[in-house]
C-alpha cells in the first residue's frame, strides 16, 4: 500500500485559485468513487472538507471543490484566504475495507 | 455527534507492546454505519490508515503492519483497541482513533489524537 502521491508544497496569493493533485492507481482512486480531502492546521485534528470526491460536509465554504478525473483527484480552493493555510490530505479507499493517504500537501498563502 | 478519546501511555520501550484503548459516546458501537478505525501521524509527516474494526466482526490492516497489529472491539464498553507489538522507533506517532463511514468511506469524527514515543 504506498500512499498516493501528492505535491509536497503549494502556495497563491489572496483571492487567487490554487489547485493540489492527488495521484493513485486503478486499485484506489481510478476504482471508486470515495475520494475525500482532509484539512489540518497546526497542532490540530485533521477535518474533512471534501467526501465522494464532490461533496462538502456541512459548513464547509464552496470556495472549496473536489474532482476526479482517472487516476487523479483534484482539490481546488478558490479565492484563497489566509485562513486556508494548511496542510491538506488526500484519502481513497482502497478496496477490503481499507483506505489509503496522500503524503500531504503544504498550502501557503503569500 | 459521536465523541471519541483516547487513552494508554505515552511511552513504550522498542520490542514492547503498544495497546491504545478509544473510548465511544454519543452513539452506538453496534451503528452499521461505521467502521472503528486508527490512524496514525508520526511527528512532522503526514495520515497513515493503520487499521479497522466492524461490530459485526472482521478486521482490516495496512498491510504494512498486519503482522504486528490487532484491532479489536468491546461495544459493552463502547471501546475499541490497538495492539501494535514489537514496537521500534518508527512507530513513534500521534495515534488517533476515528469513525470511517460505511458506504461513502470517508472519516468524520477524530480523537482529539494521542503522542506515543518508543524510546528507551
Known amino acids: 500500500q504506498s500512499a498516493l502521491t501528492q505535491p509536497p508544497s503549494a502556495s497563491g496569493s489572496p483571492g487567487q485559485s490554487v489547485t493540489i493533485s492527488c495521484t493513485g492507481t486503478?486499485?484506489?482512486?481510478?476504482?471508486?468513487?470515495?475520494v475525500s480531502w482532509y484539512q489540518q492546521h497546526p497542532g490540530k485534528v485533521p477535518k474533512l472538507i471534501i467526501y465522494e470526491v464532490t461533496k462538502r460536509p456541512s459548513g464547509v465554504p464552496d470556495r472549496f471543490s473536489g474532482s476526479k478525473s482517472g487516476n487523479t483527484a483534484s482539490l481546488t480552493v478558490s479565492g484563497l484566504q489566509a485562513e486556508d493555510e494548511a496542510d491538506y490530505y488526500c484519502n481513497s479507499y482502497a478496496g477490503d475495507n481499507n483506505l489509503i493517504f496522500g503524503g500531504g500537501t503544504k498550502l501557503t498563502v503569500l | 455527534q459521536l465523541h471519541l478519546q483516547e487513552s494508554g501511555p505515552g511511552l513504550v520501550k522498542p520490542s514492547e507492546t503498544l495497546s491504545l484503548t478509544c473510548t465511544v459516546s454519543g452513539d452506538s458501537m453496534s451503528s452499521d454505519y461505521y467502521f472503528w478505525t486508527w490512524v496514525r501521524q508520526p511527528p512532522g509527516k503526514g495520515l497513515e490508515w493503520v487499521g479497522n474494526v466492524y461490530h459485526k466482526g472482521g478486521a482490516w490492516y495496512n498491510t504494512s503492519l498486519k503482522s504486528r497489529l490487532t484491532v479489536s472491539i468491546d461495544t459493552s464498553m463502547s471501546q475499541f483497541s490497538l495492539r501494535l507489538r514489537s514496537v521500534t522507533a518508527a512507530d513513534t506517532a500521534v495515534y488517533y482513533c476515528v469513525t470511517h463511514r460505511r458506504f461513502a468511506d470517508y472519516i468524520d469524527y477524530w480523537g482529539r489524537g494521542i503522542l506515543v514515543t518508543v524510546s528507551s
Open positions: 486503478n486499485s484506489d482512486i481510478g476504482g471508486f468513487n470515495f
